[in-house]
Structures are given as C-alpha cells and as structure tokens.
C-alpha cells in the first residue's frame, strides 16, 4: 500500500531555518534602515547618495524574509513556533520595559562598549524590543503559520473533492 511521507523533517527543519533566519532578517533589516537614516540625523529625507551598504543590507534581510515566507509554505511550525516566542517577547519587552532594561541594559552596555556588529546589535535590540517591533514580527509570523497551513488544509481537502469525483465519473 502507498503511503503519505512523514511529515516529521519538513517541521523540524522548518523549526531550524526559521530559527536561523529570523534573526539575520531582523538584524539586516534593522541595521539597513539605521544606516540608510542614521541614528542622530536630521527628521528630513537624505539628499544625499544612499549608503550602499544599508541598500545591499535591506536587501539581504529580504531575501531573509523571503526565504522565511518560503519555509512556512514546506511548513508552518517554524513560523508557528518562533512567531509565538517573539511575540511573547516583544510584548514582554513592551510592558515590562523598566524591569527589562534592569536586567538587559548592563549587558546591552557591554555590547555596545565592544564597538562593531555587537555594538549594532545591543543598538537594534534596546530599539525595538521595548518598541513593539519585536512583537509586531512575530504577529506576521503567526498570520504566516496560519495562512500557510490553511492553504495546505484547503489544497488537500480540494485534492480529495477532485479525487472523488474523477472516480465517480469513471
């Protein structure tokens, strides 16, 4: 008899890439719009030659994004997942903002003393984690888990409907 392949490796790598790539489209995204409007600049659109590095930074992060929205349609359980932790944590980091930057703000002071990519990221997560952000990403994660695994519900109960009525009209 034939039988449906489990579905076991689609969730776990699923689970595995969402949690890789979330955080480098985060990141690019965030670090790509801080160097495209630099923190500190003036409130009016630059006049100037874009910075090509925040270009090709946004760039990246969408193809991170991209790629995410690509691993929810193999499997909605990463987006599912990872959606629910961000959330959670962005609407944390929202609510309990002052308990928050007791706990994180030394470390998030280390970071940024190191200068570099961990200066940026201590800058990026102090930016969005307590201004929702973070939690706004893991609402469009959740939506994405929910859209993909109805589509695959909706496809596979229509692929049985055409079954059932191609043997019928046999």
């Known amino acids: 008899l034939p039988s449906i392949p489990s ?20 990141f690019c995204s965030a670090d790509g719009v ?3 409007f ?13 910075n090509w590095g925040g270009v090709g ?11 995410l929205v690509f691993i929810a349609r ?10 629910i932790v961000a959330f959670v944590c962005g609407v944390g980091g929202m609510i309990a903002a002052p308990q928050l930057a007791d706990y994180l703000n030394p ?5 940024d ?10 800058y990026h997560l102090s930016a969005t984690l307590p ?20 589509a695959r519900r909706k496809g596979r109960k229509d692929y049985i409907a055409q079954s059932t009525i191609d043997r019928i009209d046999q």
């Open 107 to 111: 470390t998030l002071d280390a970071l």
């Open 131 to 150: 201004t929702g952000v973070i939690a706004l990403s893991g609402a469009v994660l959740i939506a994405l888990g929910f859209v993909s695994h109805g």
């Open 34 to 36: 801080t160097r495209l």
């Open 57 to 67: 930074e946004v760039a990246l992060g969408a193809v991170a994004l991209f790629l």
């Open 38 to 50: 630099p923190r500190g600049g003036a409130l009016h659109i630059a006049t100037t030659t874009p």
């Open 7 to 26: 579905r076991v490796p689609a969730h776990l790598w699923s689970l595995l890439l969402t949690l890789l790539l979330l955080p480098v489209a985060w």
């Open 74 to 83: 193999w499997s909605s359980l990463g987006a599912f997942v990872w959606g």
């Open 113 to 122: 003393r190191s200068s570099g990519f961990f200066s940026n990221v201590a």
